[in-house]
């Protein structure tokens, strides 16, 4: 008799060296990698991660094998204890910032970079854009969102900031192509495209409503996946990657004190991160 029932194929984390805090909570499912979300950080509403909250945190993991931070959400740099959750995260290793540019001006990057300055590890800025034409980025974003992207890219270049373009690839788009364009791009508006500049992130969407959404098993030790090093922070519960934050099958604990270092790749997500093979969200340069 054809059983049915397929076990989605587990991988075990094998040391937490990347952690990534959700700075917002409000999802709102997009086209965006699930990063950009509502937010409200007016003082009634408390349904975001605090400062004591990430403090308590960090005070749980292993200071000497954390190799980067990253701060996602739609924009973390809106959060009202920000420059406060920064300047704790710097203590513990150097941070990257997931963002659309909406929050980084001329000033904001002058002051991030005096935050830098007062200690030992740096910052790095991921700018979100989807295209080097503005007409399809916008289409596929916001109105607008092209220029505020290329405004907080200038701004960080001209404070010393190195910023990485993280370019969301769609199916119809060539990966050649994408970053010849955003070469020319950066000619064009005077700032850094060699190839760390340019980061190009698949874009994976979950799909609730997908049923047997469980991969192919894969020779686990041939390939680079985000929950095999990193764990998300999220306000209610810890998750596997990213994409997973508040859907129940990639939460693996209440804290950082009791989370899972098992998870099972069963969502469509985990098929799409699983065919790419390598890491998405963690920087390439520390994945070793």
């Not at 998870?263 to 070793?288: G, M, P």
């Amino acid at each position: 008799m054809y059983n049915s029932i397929v076990q989605a194929q587990c991988v075990k984390l094998k040391e937490l060296q990347h952690l990534f805090i959700d700075l917002e909570y409000n999802k709102i499912l997009n086209k965006n990698l699930n990063l950009y979300r509502s937010r409200s950080y007016n003082q009634k509403n408390k349904k975001y991660l605090q400062y004591d909250e990430v403090k308590e945190a960090l005070k749980l993991t292993d200071k000497s094998h954390l190799k980067y931070i990253y701060f996602v959400g739609k924009d973390p740099l809106s959060h009202s204890d920000f420059n406060q959750i920064l300047r704790l995260c710097l203590c513990y290793a150097p941070v990257t910032i997931y963002s659309d540019g909406n929050c980084i001006n001329d000033k904001k990057a002058r002051f991030l970079k005096r935050v830098e300055d007062e200690g030992t590890n740096e910052i790095i800025f991921k700018i979100f854009i989807n295209h080097y034409d503005e007409k399809i980025n916008d289409e596929r974003s916001s109105r607008g969102s092209f220029r505020k992207a290329l405004h907080a890219v200038n701004s960080l270049s001209k404070y010393g900031f190195n910023p990485i373009l993280a370019i969301l690839k769609f199916k119809e788009d060539d990966e050649k192509e994408l970053k010849e364009g955003f070469k020319e791009l950066g000619k064009k508006f005077k700032f850094e495209t060699e190839e760390i500049n340019l980061c190009i992130i698949p874009n994976i969407e979950n799909s609730p409503s997908e049923e047997a959404a469980s991969p192919e098993m894969i020779d686990i030790d041939t390939v680079e996946l985000d929950c095999m090093s990193s764990r998300l922070l999220a306000k209610n519960g810890v998750y596997n990657c990213p994409i997973l934050t508040n859907d129940y099958r990639g939460r693996s604990g209440a804290s950082l004190n009791d989370f899972s270092k098992k998870c099972y790749l069963e969502t469509s997500a985990c098929r799409q991160c699983v065919a790419h093979a390598k890491n998405i969200f963690i920087n390439a340069w520390a994945a070793d």
